[in-house]
């Protein structure tokens, strides 16, 4: 049941309703109190009469702008989730070991440039830049490497990769397999939003239309064989870092995950299956307020989508479960101590916004990858807030703020018209159809570049201040040590390759790569086949050169 009048008599029945799920949910054994001592309530609401508040509700209750939960970060805090990756498999899982031993609640995997373009380190196209900005992975021998000693079916796992995600997915899933872990036991979520790469960040291997064919599979797979596994990840962070606003960020990344709703929906599958399946990633930037009423009115839009266009009946699956990761474009290469500052800031407003996971940003990954010291830095950040400020204790605490309450407003009313907008394009009524046809005559790019340069202007101008950059330059902060990737590591990932390929049966691998390029050509689920070619241990090259040589490459088409 959901509020469904504003009086002061509804807003006694809904406190009612969430008091009943809370007790039944929530057992405390403790008191919650200020700092000063003063005992707080779980969530606050209206005294009497607030004609908002059906708008803004209750925790855990449609249309879900203050939570999911009734709990809140009372019943199960953030997962701390810590972005990492770099050089080879080895370097990244003693990482791992480390963020894990120090508290960190899961694992999110970032890979190398060949990695997320569906090259081997020895392709020459590689050249340069093997483990640079993440971990090189090409074949399942990798997978088990940055694994090791680290057990699959304990600790869930984000993959940040969508142009060779299927793949890597599968490289993963053998993974489990090999140490043991039934592959249904398997949580963790891979981003596989392909939308947004043609939108922003540019890394796919092949035209949208086969992109989505192989989604839809991994759609169907997870949904029959690994239920609680989320196999795509909508993500709105890389188009937010490309320089789009809040408002742009919210509607291009919700339309895009309405995109994903509809191919789901195509496939025959049922929207309260496979939904619970979807996930969200968003930006926490700079402004405090708007990022908090971003991620409110994300929640709400969704679930009123959900219901209401797409059908769905139950509270899973109009549920938007979001990760975060704090702004990597708002930190400075000037003063770079600052942006310790920035990222608590921004990993605050994620945590009031009512992030389910959150990553944040080390102080130096504006000059190169975290180094040990600043990684420690930043896990820190989020335990100083989830341990000291008391935060959690309160649900949506700035849940009836005139300010918070009318800057959600404000960016659900702006997503409403780009996503009629979105509509229009595509003639049919369809979001995938708009989407399709905003990438083809590049309408999204333009927007965001628009975007970006307004701000670049304001930068330049001075109406935008930036501590170290514009203004309070004057400092006597030192020159950082960076990490720095080694050019042999990239040696030994390709000696290694080498006698990886040596040491397999190539008949085995042959056979494999048949089945799955049959498979390319008609309509049956690739994710089977493409198993048994990297359980052969057929090299991601090899394998997204299959697809490549089957479906042909991409190029995105000239826009001025």
Request: overall charge negative; proline content about 5%.
């Amino acid at each position: 049941m959901e509020p469904d009048a504003t009086g002061a008599e509804s807003v006694e029945a809904g406190r009612a309703r969430w008091q009943a799920r809370y007790d039944a949910a929530f057992k405390r054994d403790h008191e919650f109190r200020t700092l000063s001592g003063l005992e707080v309530d779980p969530v606050y609401g209206p005294p009497g009469e607030d004609p908002r508040f059906e708008r803004i509700g209750w925790p855990g209750e449609f249309p879900f702008t203050r939570g999911l939960y009734a709990t809140g970060y009372r019943g199960r805090p953030w997962t701390i989730r810590q972005f990492a990756g770099f050089g080879n498999a080895g370097q990244t899982n003693e990482r791992y070991k480390m963020i894990l031993g120090a508290g960190g609640g899961g694992l999110s995997v970032a890979f190398d440039m060949p990695t997320l373009m569906g090259r081997d380190s020895d392709d020459p196209r590689s050249l340069g830049e093997v483990g640079h900005c993440g971990v090189a992975i090409d074949s399942a021998l990798d997978m088990d490497l940055l694994f090791d000693g680290i057990p699959l079916g304990e600790v869930t796992t984000s993959m940040t990769i969508s142009g060779p995600a299927v793949p890597i997915f599968c490289m993963y899933v053998v993974a489990a397999e090999r140490q043991g872990v039934p592959v249904d036991k398997l949580n963790g979520t891979l981003q596989t939003d392909i939308f947004k790469e043609y939108i922003a960040q540019k890394e796919w291997l092949f035209a949208p239309e086969p992109h989505l064919r192989l989604i839809g599979d991994l759609m169907e797979f997870c949904a029959a064989e690994i239920p609680a596994y989320k196999p795509l990840s909508v993500s709105g962070y890389h188009i937010r870092e490309a320089g789009a606003t809040a408002a742009q960020e919210l509607a291009f990344t919700l339309a895009d995950g309405f995109g994903y709703v509809e191919l789901g929906l195509s496939r025959g599958l049922d929207v309260d299956v496979f939904a619970p399946g979807l996930s969200f990633f968003f930006d926490a930037h700079i402004d405090f307020f708007e990022e908090i009423a971003k991620f409110r009115a994300a929640r709400r839009i969704w679930a009123r989508w959900m219901r209401d266009v797409y059908g769905a009946r139950t509270d899973k699956a109009q549920w938007l479960r979001f990760h975060t990761q704090t702004a990597g474009v708002s930190l400075t290469a000037q003063q770079p101590d600052n942006n310790v500052v920035r990222t608590a800031i921004e990993a605050l407003a994620a945590v009031l916004g009512g992030t389910n996971s959150l990553h944040t940003n080390a102080l130096d990954e504006v000059l190169a990858l975290p180094s040990e010291k600043a990684a420690e830095i930043a896990l820190r950040t989020q335990q100083v807030i989830m341990e000291e400020t008391e935060v959690v204790n309160v649900v949506d605490p700035l849940g009836g703020s005139w300010y918070v309450e009318a800057l959600t407003d404000r960016l659900e009313a702006e997503a409403e018209r780009t996503f009629a907008r979105i509509r229009e394009m595509g003639g049919d009524g369809t979001m995938t159809a708009g989407i399709l046809r905003g990438i083809e005559d590049g309408w999204f790019m333009s927007e965001i570049a628009e975007s970006a340069f307004d701000y670049q202007r304001k930068l330049e101008k001075g109406d935008k201040r930036i501590v170290g950059v514009n203004c309070h330059t004057s400092t006597v902060e030192q020159p950082l040590e960076i990490l720095r990737i080694s050019h042999e590591v990239e040696v030994e990932q390709r000696r290694a390759l080498a006698e990886r390929r040596a040491a397999r049966d190539e008949k085995v691998v042959d056979a494999a790569l048949t089945a799955l390029r049959a498979a390319s050509r008609g309509d049956d689920n690739m994710i089977p086949p493409m198993l048994e070619a990297v359980r052969a241990e057929a090299t991601l090259g090899e394998i997204c050169d299959v697809l490549r040589e089957e479906w042909g490459t991409y190029s995105e088409p000239a826009a001025f």
